[in-house]
């Protein structure tokens, strides 16, 4: 099915397809003490508590053309936060070329198409483990639209707006609606991978796994940052602090732990 902005599809009556994003990120830090794993959880909590996490979703609601009827917001003690926005259609500006292209979408500068109702969600899990030095953020966003625009076009932004090492992302069609004619569609446009939707910058910065269901509508796509550099998985200080065997254990206790979230399996612990 390739549309174009002077072919769209003629309904009868509402777009009933749902459509379903769920982005999946990771931060891994590398914390020797309780102390400094305590001050990672804390500056997690002060970086993305419920206010800017709130910022960023109505940045999404933005990019999708959506109003925002109601937001609920909630910072967790000891650690953590949620917030859960319901959105309805918003203003129409006019439909852009790129409404059906797989292509990367906008960082929020203008509303693109309107969609009837529609909920946000973002929860937030940092955690570290009770006795390595290992600490992890992990941040769980959902999008899920009624209507013509895919909540696709909000993946560029929310890759901008976490700092990633980790990123797992699950798109789903669901239902169906139907044409002027009766004819059931079960998608109403193109897509080959989630992928398209990523600026090739961003690709280049990452191994990527592709599993796709195509009769089913079902795409996954995850991404391990390639480059590695031990300055961005130590806090308060950096490598040269650090002796080279140092360096050497948990360079490998890193790039375990990345290894096992990103292939989503327990692996033989490196032998430091």
Request: with cysteine; net charge negative.
């Amino acid at each position: 099915m390739t549309l174009t902005t002077e072919q769209r599809i003629t309904l009868h009556g509402f777009n009933n397809l749902t459509k379903s994003l769920s982005f999946n990120m990771y931060d891994i830090c590398y914390t020797r003490t309780k102390d400094e794993r305590e001050a990672y959880i804390e500056y997690i909590d002060e970086q993305y508590n419920a206010a800017r996490l709130t910022k960023i979703l109505k940045a999404v609601a933005d990019i999708i053309g959506a109003h925002v009827l109601n937001v609920a917001k909630q910072d967790y003690d000891p650690q953590g936060a949620s917030v859960t926005m319901l959105v309805s259609e918003g203003p129409v500006e006019g439909a852009p070329e790129t409404s059906f292209e797989e292509s990367p979408g906008p960082l929020p500068e203008t509303v693109l198409m309107h969609l009837n109702t529609s909920h946000i969600t973002v929860h937030t899990y940092p955690e570290y483990h009770p006795d390595e030095g290992i600490s992890t953020f992990r941040a769980d966003i959902d999008v899920s639209t009624c209507g013509e625009i895919s909540p696709l076009k909000a993946l560029n932004y929310l890759i901008h707006s976490f700092d990633t090492d980790i990123m797992t992302m699950d798109y789903r069609v669901r239902g169906f609606t139907r044409d002027i004619n009766g004819h059931k569609l079960f998608i109403d446009h193109d897509i080959s991978s989630i992928q398209n939707y990523i600026p090739e910058e961003i690709k280049n910065m990452y191994d990527m796994i592709d599993v796709n269901v195509y009769q089913e509508n079902i795409f996954h796509t995850k991404c391990k940052l390639k480059k590695f550099d031990l300055n961005n998985y130590l806090f308060g200080y950096t490598k040269d602090k650090l002796s080279e065997a140092e360096q050497k254990d948990i360079t490998e206790s890193v790039k375990w732990e990345m290894d096992e979230i990103f292939y989503g399996k327990n692996m033989s612990a490196p032998l430091l």
